[in-house]
């Protein structure tokens, strides 16, 4: 068996140096990380070659002490932590005291440095480890440290550094997060004798955003501040236009200190979940402020990850700030300005399939059915006309004040006020557009069997504010809406498409149902089908009534009332597939991912033209709603072109 001997000194702070210091920006994050806890406001880093051959970090921080100079560099030597106690309440970036013992067994390092209670500094100097020289010095209160021809004496990890560029801006990469960490220092950063960035250090987080960012980033960032359980996020995060190809842009920070949290970024997704587009991400800039003792720094030697005590609290609260922070965004950035007073009862431009059947789809006994078809009905009621497949509406029946049913809605026969009517598209009035509307009749039981949609009680809308204008229809996907000085289009299929799936997410696993005139016979594949069997509660979450019809196939004889009776059968045989992907219960992603699907194969398509009421009602829904602003899959549903920016194509402005 080999020997055990204990390693030289020099070789174990060689060993225990690499696990600190990997590159020059190793250093330089651990330089200004002590620079920031000595109270700087003002830091300046200076690097030459990618801070290899020369790395220089300067501050007016208090400075050390003439006789804890040369201690600074002993191995766990430090001001910060004197009792394991003090572990479980860290509230500095450093606190092992390895920093400056790594940096000098690798590197030649020279310290100026001066309190404010001298009247000279002192200059120490030490190479591999080895003291050089400690002598006095003139120099401004504050420290610099100046280091020389990184791993010299460690050509094994010195074969492992990149090229001067690449380690360059792993430096600058290092410098922009302190920053923006620290919009209270003003940090400058010298590359190669050029100022690459100068903080303001006002204390202003934007400032130091845009500073280190760009203008790009920093123009579109929305504010987030929230508070929970004693944990507070503040910063920022990109609007939903302003979301990344990559993770790239995102920035956590706890205790100001810069960290890899899967949680925060978790968290942060799925607050933006259903705004953003696939293969988007949000960018942030959050700082997390929470008591050190819940969360532990001191799991990985350069701290760049830590360990939080309850990560459960840790995700609802970046959850929720996040979340409020994009709702407070779409109200203030909405084209249509304030949403409409809230309703006790809104009708959709889509007509029968947004009503609740359940109670009104009651079987009928043949009696009840011949008494429903031979009923008179009254002459001023016109038949029924067959409803086109590129239709959005289904004609609805109302009462008036006598039980007879009134013409069904449409563009030439308008319903009560409780209709959005735009300014520009006049409707002509009719007997029942008076102030008070008829109120609906109490009918028996049988007759409620035979009534189509319940009456609609008397409602009142008030719309704040401008009212939108009609423009009209283009390329028979947008809606045209002139409001003030804004040209506003929205997108019908993607305004359909989520209220859609709204209604499905809120429906709770109970979708209305309608019960089919003729069922549908579905084929599956022999898999997709045994799956199926074995999972037929899962179609009735989903609004399906589904029975086995034998020889692969199955019977569905009640579809969600958004499905046309077309959609059924590629609906039934999605949910079939997920079923045999995933074997056990759905998971809620997946159970999104079968809404997203229903509510995109019922909603309109593009190039389907609709009436000008259907129009009106969707852009007011669109406007009443504030959850329809982004389609399931991340696309906006509303985008808005100012007066200013027209003119300015057509050269009005000068």
Not at 258 to 271: G, N, Y
């Amino acid at each position: 068996m080999p020997q055990i001997h204990i390693l030289d000194k020099s070789v174990a702070e060689l060993i225990a140096a690499g696990e600190v210091v990997e590159r020059p920006a190793s250093i330089v994050k651990e330089l200004m990380e002590n620079s920031i806890d000595a109270g700087a406001t003002q830091i300046t880093v200076e690097i030459k070659q990618g801070g290899i051959s020369y790395l220089r970090v300067t501050d007016d921080g208090c400075g050390i002490d003439p006789q804890d100079i040369p201690k600074a560099f002993i191995r766990h030597a430090t001001s910060k932590v004197r009792t394991a106690e003090d572990l479980n309440a860290i509230y500095s970036f450093g606190f092992r005291g390895e920093a400056l013992a790594s940096v000098a067994a690798m590197c030649k390092v020279e310290l100026l440095s001066r309190t404010a209670g001298e009247i000279s500094g002192m200059r120490y100097v030490i190479e591999g480890g080895a003291e050089k020289s400690f002598t006095e010095a003139g120099c401004p209160v504050g420290t610099t440290i100046v280091v020389r021809d990184v791993f010299y004496n460690t050509p094994a990890r010195m074969k492992f550094l990149k090229k001067d560029s690449t380690e360059g801006m792993n430096v600058s990469n290092v410098v922009d997060k302190l920053a923006v960490a620290n919009p209270q220092v003003s940090i400058k950063f010298i590359k190669d004798g050029e100022v690459k960035l100068h903080t303001p250090g006002n204390g202003d987080l934007l400032a130091a955003i845009h500073s280190v960012f760009g203008r790009e980033f920093s123009s579109g960032l929305v504010p987030v501040d929230g508070v929970s359980g004693g944990i507070q996020v503040t910063g920022f995060i990109t609007s939903p236009s302003g979301a990344r190809a990559t993770r790239s842009m995102q920035n956590f920070f706890i205790n100001a200190r810069f960290v890899r949290s899967k949680t925060c970024a978790a968290a942060l997704e799925e607050a933006c979940k259903g705004t953003l587009m696939a293969g988007k991400f949000p960018g942030c800039v959050l700082n997390l402020t929470i008591p050190p003792e819940t969360v532990d720094v001191n799991v990985h030697p350069a701290k760049i990850e830590v360990r939080f005590s309850n990560e459960k609290a840790i995700f609802d609260t970046v959850y929720q700030a996040c979340k409020e922070a994009l709702a407070q965004h779409q109200k203030k950035t909405f084209p249509m300005g304030e949403k409409a007073a809230a309703t006790t009862s809104k009708l959709s431009p889509f007509a029968l399939k947004d009503f609740d059947h359940s109670r009104q789809q009651e079987r009928f006994s043949a009696s009840q059915y011949r008494q429903m078809v031979t009923s008179p009905v009254p002459a001023s009621v016109p038949p029924w006309h067959t409803q086109t497949r590129d239709t959005i509406s289904k004609p609805l029946i109302f009462s008036d004040s006598t039980g007879a049913p009134t013409h069904p809605v449409s563009e030439k026969s308008p319903a009560s006020k409780v209709f959005y009517t735009a300014p520009s598209i006049p409707m002509k009035p009719t007997e029942h557009t008076s102030k008070e509307l008829p109120k609906p009749v109490q009918r028996q039981p049988e007759q409620q069997a035979a009534q189509v949609v319940t009456p609609l009680v008397d409602v009142t809308v008030e719309q704040p504010g401008p009212e939108p204008k009609l423009l009209g229809e283009l390329f028979g996907t947008y809606i045209l809406m002139e409001y003030g000085d804004q040209l506003v289009l929205i997108d019908k299929h993607a305004a359909h498409e989520r209220y859609l799936y709204n209604q499905l997410r809120q429906s709770q696993g109970s979708p209305a149902r309608q019960l089919l005139l003729e069922p549908v016979r579905v084929t599956l594949s022999k898999p997709a089908y045994n799956a199926a069997l074995s999972k037929l509660d899962m179609f009735e979450k989903l609004g399906f009534l589904a029975e086995d019809f034998g020889e692969g196939c199955l019977l569905v004889r009640e579809a969600p009332t958004v499905l046309s009776v077309g959609q059924v059968s590629p609906a039934v045989e999605e949910i079939a597939q997920k079923l045999l992907e995933h074997r056990q219960e759905l998971l809620p992603e997946v159970m999104d991912e079968l809404y997203h699907s229903i509510a995109c194969r019922s909603a309109i398509k593009a190039n389907d033209r609709s009436s000008a009421w259907e129009l009106r009602e969707l852009a007011q829904l669109v406007r009443e709603d504030e959850q329809v602003r982004y389609c399931p899959h991340g696309r906006p549903v509303i985008v808005a072109l100012g007066k200013y920016e027209i003119e300015k194509m057509f050269g009005r402005l000068g």
